[in-house]
């Protein structure tokens, strides 16, 4: 299979998905957003997955890879819907963190422009070793970031997923027809001896 073919397509695809879900982790790892965190580790396994089956001409991996893209694409099309209260679901709930801590996003603090504050609260009972976190400024809110990656992480599934098939399709192809010409039929070899026996046999009678 040549250079310019989904094969090498689908070999830049995985690399720039490897690559956008390791910055991803990062950000997720400092936010301690655990549950994108395992999500994030297991597509990045299945993504090497599709790597080394596309590099080594195996369509099973390739296929493995394929089934998780349309799971990531559920996966993150929840953050999304998350991130933006769809269907009576808060970004400010601590589902993302297994309800372990009240963190959240890292960009929530850390976004574009944002100035992060810290006001005293001794004037209230028991709080005086407390302090009240104010986030102003940011040019963009933390919410709109993370759905923008997400959907970034969609149209990369979405398109690996077709060159994947394509990949699976023409890796199948090419063994049914080296199969036709007789790579794997030892048929040949048996025709081959089949002449010089049958004069042996010949000779002998006579």
């Known amino acids: 299979m040549g250079c310019c073919t989904g094969r090498c397509t689908l070999i830049f695809l995985c690399t720039l998905q490897l690559l956008a879900a390791l910055e991803r982790q990062v950000f997720d790892f400092l936010g301690y957003q655990w549950a994108p965190i395992l999500a994030n580790f297991l597509h990045i396994i299945i993504v090497i997955l599709g790597l080394f089956g596309t590099i080594q001409y195996r369509p099973r991996y390739i296929v493995v890879y394929a089934i998780w893209t349309a799971i990531w694409v559920t996966w993150n099309i929840f953050i999304i819907c998350f991130y933006l209260e769809v269907g009576g679901l808060s970004k400010d709930s601590e589902l993302l963190t297994f309800n372990i801590s009240r963190h959240q996003s890292w960009w929530s603090e850390n976004g ?48 690996g997923f077709v060159y994947a098939c394509y990949v699976v399709s023409v890796f199948t192809e090419e063994e049914d027809s080296f ?20 004069l042996l046999f010949k000779q002998t009678y006579l």
């Open 112 to 159: 574009p422009g944002c100035v992060r504050k810290e006001a005293s609260m001794s004037g209230l009972k028991g709080l005086e070793s407390h302090s009240y976190i104010s986030v102003i400024g940011c040019a963009l809110e933390y919410r709109y970031i993370e759905v923008m990656h997400s959907s970034f992480q969609i149209l990369l599934a979405l398109v």
């Open 179 to 198: 199969d036709f010409i007789g790579g794997f039929d030892p048929f040949p070899l048996y025709h081959v001896n089949e002449k010089p026996t049958n």
